[in-house]
């Protein structure tokens, strides 16, 4: 049995599709000096790092020269040591990649996108990742190798479109009460925008939402069995 970790794969998984934002890192494209830079962020539905940029940014011309990148996320403590946060730095090679279904799971995160999403200079790119380094405070370090924090989940990718499209059809009360009662939104207007082993992100106008499950699921009948618990559980 391997040893448990204290920062668990699931646990910095996690930490990467709560954030909206994160600092990208590549290798300036003129001599290689390392360059830091902010970037909207979204995940696909195994988890890897999703960006929307332009050609015009300096990282995607880096990029375009050399995929070799790095993404880190952060969750800052309310006061005291900033080191004392979560945080995770996935390192590996992006690629550009079609819009299809990432575009709508990148806008569920980040609506005021849909101005410039469709831009000709603007484009998807997806990470690859090789291994990632969480971090939750002193004595909480772990190298995590991206096998074992980006499973496969085939069955989830080919089921999503159509899960969100049932969820926001059918289900449509169901979702409101999600956003209700297990987030603390106001009623009404919310809709299913990405579902993936984590979570789904829900979405009205604006406002954005994530709804954590509580276990990761891999498989239409845990997916099914999941979202009916959580629809018995807040009708009440």
């Known amino acids: ?11 910095a998984r996690n930490l990467l599709r709560r954030a909206r934002t994160g600092t990208l890192g ?14 909207n962020l979204a995940t ?6 999703v960006i929307l940029v332009s ?8 990029l375009l020269a050399d995929p ?28 550009r990649i079609e819009a299809g279904a990432l575009a709508r799971r990148y806008l569920a995160r980040h609506p005021a996108a849909e101005l410039y999403a469709g831009f000709g200079d603007f484009a998807f790119w997806r990470l690859e990742p090789e291994r990632a380094h969480a971090v939750a405070g002193f004595g909480r370090i772990e190298t995590i190798p991206a096998n074992e924090m980006f499973p496969s989940a085939d069955e989830m990718i080919a089921l999503e479109e159509a899960a969100v499209d049932h969820m926001n059809t059918d289900h449509a009360d ?16 919310w809709k299913f925008m990405a ?22 699921v ?5 997916l099914r069995s999941l979202l009916a618990k959580l629809g018995k559980e807040t009708n009440s």
């Open 1 to 11: 049995m391997s040893e448990r970790r204290s920062f668990s794969a699931d646990e």
């Open 26 to 39: 590549t290798l300036n494209a003129d001599d290689g000096t390392p360059y830091a830079s902010l970037v």
């Open 44 to 49: 696909d539905v195994r988890g890897c790092p």
């Open 55 to 62: 050609t015009l940014a300096w990282h995607t011309r880096n």
């Open 68 to 95: 070799r990148a790095s993404v880190m996320v952060a969750e800052m403590p309310g006061e005291g040591d900033a080191l004392t946060g979560s945080r995770v730095t996935v390192m590996g090679r992006f690629s």
């Open 174 to 189: 169901a979702i409101q009460r999600y956003a209700e009662k297990l987030l603390g939104a106001a009623p009404g207007g």
């Open 195 to 216: 579902i993936d082993p984590d979570g789904a992100d829900l979405r009205r106008g604006e406002e954005v939402l994530r709804l954590p499950f509580a276990e990761p």
């Open 218 to 222: 891999f498989s239409g009948a845990a």
